[in-house]
């Protein structure tokens, strides 16, 4: 870890003071998230690149015919690769899986594996023999706080983004024919629901120890945290939700503790934000989806459709 | 299998906001160890083994600042019905290695022990259940035992729903088919220092489960506090004879 990557004491006293006047640094509310911008590639499918302030990511899936495993042989395979190097920020190394590494990994695996976002068994081609194994790879490429939020929503709008090719499957069961994507429109994933993370950041402008007793909660709260912001937090917490006001995944690692009055309370109020962003991938798809259309000439080709 | 039957029993005879038994000692390796605690939550088993303030062998593991913690959780082979090799590198054990970690940097007065590394290590014998929820009370009674300041108990305790019902105190069976919420609470506050939940739960019963798991959890505090009290007694009796 190379040291000029922390932060400094004038630095941080002036970010709390700001803070207990009810200013962030960039002018945001406390609960407001930046703006994501987001590229789909036009060309490939499963390709996508998002700006959420100055964290850049880029996301990549793939596709590739597998054998299931042996105990759940109607379930396709589904992985989520997390890739942070120091180019994203000299504070992560290269060498070995850190833990803050495979500790945003694993939750943003809990969040879309675990919950079964993606549908495993409409990826079974041949029970037993042959299944689809699809792969999300994630590259950080810029870091300025908040890999877990980003992270996620790049993960659920490549996994919409997707189409893998169609197949059909001749001599009674017996082999598969891949077709390419050009002979016929290739098919897009099931995706049963779209979690969504947001993390919340505190910070204690009061005393440590009665806060820690909880004699006083004047805790501030700051939704997607950017760099400055999360190297002086001391405490932070994931909300994993979905649109069906289901809970996924709660996740607090260490930290100041928080009450549980607060605890509903940033929950109920994630729902508002929670459903902009399903939203805005559905939009930003549907969108994508249309141009594709378009482009292709697709509905030259449609003839028997409007019969 | 039915687990959690109409006239309101779970699978193992309990009701829905009974804990499971839960026994608890400490000092129980004097001799090899400064703090030592063994705890049994129904039949989860773990033994909890801390070393330390020390000296750090490591130059890189001192802080000037605070002290730094470390937890090696190892858990045996044996510990479930199928015999399995478990690798301390897996994600899930560094996961719960460095939640643990985290979390304890916060309710133990680092601030106090300067250059200095504490140890934890953690043994599990025996899971059915609440395997987070008995690290993080084995570790707080084993660093009350090595006399490290604390700014209070730090008591962990699961809870799970089931349909529409809370259920208390999971044990094995129950976890894996329903979702669990593990929260560790700072002494009898309501303050969560630790908090996980894997699965699948509808935002509006959040509250329900959560309020069921903080009165386990203080509930838990009391019999930890009482053994506390029993093991300090014996040890000033000796003291004064």
């Known amino acids: ?307 | 299998m039915e687990l959690y039957s109409p006239e309101g029993l779970r699978i193992d005879g309990r009701r829905w906001n009974e804990i499971r038994n839960f026994e608890c000692r400490i000092n129980t390796h004097p001799n090899s160890s400064d703090g030592s605690s063994y705890i049994e939550q129904g039949n989860t088993k773990v033994i909890c083994v801390v070393q330390g303030p020390m000296e750090p062998a490591l130059r890189s593991q001192a802080n000037s600042n605070e002290a730094t913690l470390e937890v090696n959780l190892s858990v045996a082979n044996f510990s479930t019905t199928e015999r399995k090799k478990r690798s301390k590198s897996e994600k899930r054990m560094v996961q719960l290695k460095t939640t643990l970690e985290r979390t304890f940097q916060q309710s133990v007065m680092c601030n106090l022990y300067p250059r200095t590394l504490i140890r934890i290590d953690l043994h599990v014998l025996s899971q059915d259940g609440g395997m987070l929820a008995a690290c993080t009370n084995a570790m707080t009674l084993a660093l009350i035992d090595a006399g490290v300041s604390m700014y209070d108990y730090v008591a962990a305790m699961t809870a799970g729903l089931h349909d529409q019902t809370p259920l208390l105190d999971m044990n094995g069976l129950e976890e894996n088919d329903m979702s669990t919420l593990t929260i560790g609470v700072i002494g009898k506050s309501e303050k969560l220092s630790l908090l996980m939940l894997e699965d699948k739960i509808p935002l509006d019963r959040l509250e329900s489960v959560l309020a069921i798991a903080i009165a386990g959890s203080h509930k838990i505090r009391d019999l930890m506090d009482s053994e506390v009290r029993r093991h300090g007694n014996i040890r000033s009796s000796k003291l004064a004879s």
């Open chain 1, 1 to 307: 870890m190379s040291r000029n990557t922390e932060i400094s004491t004038n630095e941080r006293t002036y970010f709390i003071e700001a803070l207990k006047c009810g200013l962030r640094l960039d002018s945001r509310r406390f609960d407001e998230i930046r703006e994501p911008q987001i590229s789909l590639s036009k060309t490939e499918f499963g390709y996508v690149e998002l700006d959420w302030g100055l964290t850049k990511l880029a996301v990549r899936v793939s596709a590739q015919i597998g054998k299931p495993y042996e105990d759940r042989p109607f379930e396709g395979l589904f992985q989520i690769n997390c890739e942070i190097s120091s180019m994203a920020w000299a504070h992560f190394d290269n060498s070995k899986n850190s833990n803050e590494e495979i500790l945003i990994a694993r939750i943003i695996e809990k969040a879309i594996r675990r919950s079964n976002s993606l549908d495993l068994e409409a990826l079974c081609i041949i029970a037993g023999e042959k299944v689809w194994n699809i792969t999300v790879d994630l590259n950080f490429l810029n870091f300025d706080g908040n890999f877990v939020d980003v992270g996620c929503f790049g993960a659920m709008l490549a996994l919409h983004h997707f189409k893998k090719p169609d197949i059909s499957i001749v001599n009674g069961g017996e082999d598969i024919i891949v077709h390419d994507i050009d002979e016929r429109q290739p098919v897009p994933l099931s995706i049963l629901h779209v979690p969504i993370c947001l993390t919340y950041s505190f910070y204690n402008p009061g005393n440590k120890e009665s806060n820690l007793k909880g004699e006083d909660d004047d805790e501030i709260y700051l939704l997607d945290a950017n760099l400055i912001e999360e190297q002086v937090r001391e405490g932070s917490i994931v909300v994993t939700l979905n649109k069906n006001r289901e809970l996924i995944q709660l996740s607090k690692n260490g930290g100041i503790p928080i009450s549980a009055n607060v605890l509903l309370d940033l929950s109920f109020k994630s729902m508002k934000i929670v459903d902009e962003l399903t939203e805005l991938i559905k939009k930003v798809i549907s969108k994508h989806e249309k141009e594709r259309y378009e482009e292709l000439n697709l509905k030259m080709l449609e003839v028997g459709a409007d019969r």
